[in-house]
């Protein structure tokens, strides 16, 4: 993997080079598929979901088709007119004899490239990318996981759907989609914003290895951590100050 990549943070308005990794945020629209797709799939609608919608979508593919199913979270940054802007992740998968890309903004694309070229990013990448003319994407990259345990303990999906404050119902549904194939842990935390305290929420999970924390008002962070435990407040609370200076009173939701 490229070590540029790994310190690649996009934001609106500058790059963090922090060893947080990729941040990526995400705006959501529907294009239809020219091509009937292998499944279906609802996306979840949460905000700044495109890497936790590629996830699950992952996690719903091979539930669907197998453990065998090739699939892989397809992540990158970017930039528009000398500007950074929003990173963006998709779903690239194998089935029919072809490739296809589950994007959130655009719904399912069977790709011209080849299957036996499946493994060739940049490839691949190509006409996924061609599809956002204005966007210069750096260190595109794959990312899949390694088969994990169920949460024992599922956040509850009822719940987030009834809540009021949409970025503790985005935090709640996403962990409750994730903790299907996953441990996960949705906490909620206090910062300061313009000398006033504010509450929030993340959802933290593992893939590829990576400590990954969803944070409805920003985007997924994935970072690299010798302790890869969801359960350890310490360690969510030191990564949420990455994104949130000062944040603090970091509990379960």
């Known amino acids: 993997m490229n070590a540029a ?25 529907a294009f239809g598929a020219a091509e009937k797709p292998p499944l279906r799939y609802v996306p979840m609608g949460v905000a700044n979901g495109c ?24 992540q990158w940054g970017a930039k528009e ?14 089935q029919r004899g072809r490739l296809w890309c589950w994007d959130m903004n655009r719904g399912f694309t069977a790709l011209s490239v080849e299957p036996t070229q499946r493994e060739e990013v940049e490839k691949v990448a190509a006409p996924i ?21 169920p949460d024992p303990a599922p956040p509850d999906e009822n719940r987030a759907v009834t ?11 996403a962990g409750a989609r994730l903790a299907k ?27 590829n290895g990576r400590l990954c924390v969803y944070f409805p008002e920003r985007g997924t962070v994935p970072f690299r951590s010798r302790v890869l435990a969801v359960q350890n407040l ?16 970091v509990k379960p939701l």
């Not at 088709?65 to 892989?72: L, M, T």
């Not at 809540?163 to 549904?173: K, M, N």
């Open 81 to 94: 007119d000398e500007e950074v802007v929003t990173g963006h992740a998709v779903a690239v998968f194998e």
């Open 234 to 249: 310490r360690l969510i609370q030191e990564a949420i100050r990455q994104q949130y200076r000062g944040a603090q009173s």
């Open 5 to 29: 990549a790994e310190r690649l943070s996009c934001r609106a308005a500058g790059i963090s080079r922090g060893w947080l990794g990729l941040l990526f945020f995400c705006a959501t629209w």
């Open 181 to 207: 194939h996953r441990t996960v842990n949705v906490v909620q935390f206090s910062f300061m914003e313009n000398g006033e305290a504010r509450q929030s929420a993340a959802t933290v999970f593992v893939f």
């Open 163 to 173: 809540q009021t404050d949409l970025v503790f119902r985005d935090a709640l549904l």
């Open 51 to 74: 890497f936790v919608e590629s996830v699950v979508f992952y996690d719903t593919l091979h539930e669907t088709f197998g453990a065998d199913a090739w699939c892989r979270v397809l």
């Open 129 to 149: 990318l061609a599809k956002y003319p204005r966007i210069t994407a750096y260190f595109p990259l794959y990312r899949y996981d390694f088969p994990q345990t």
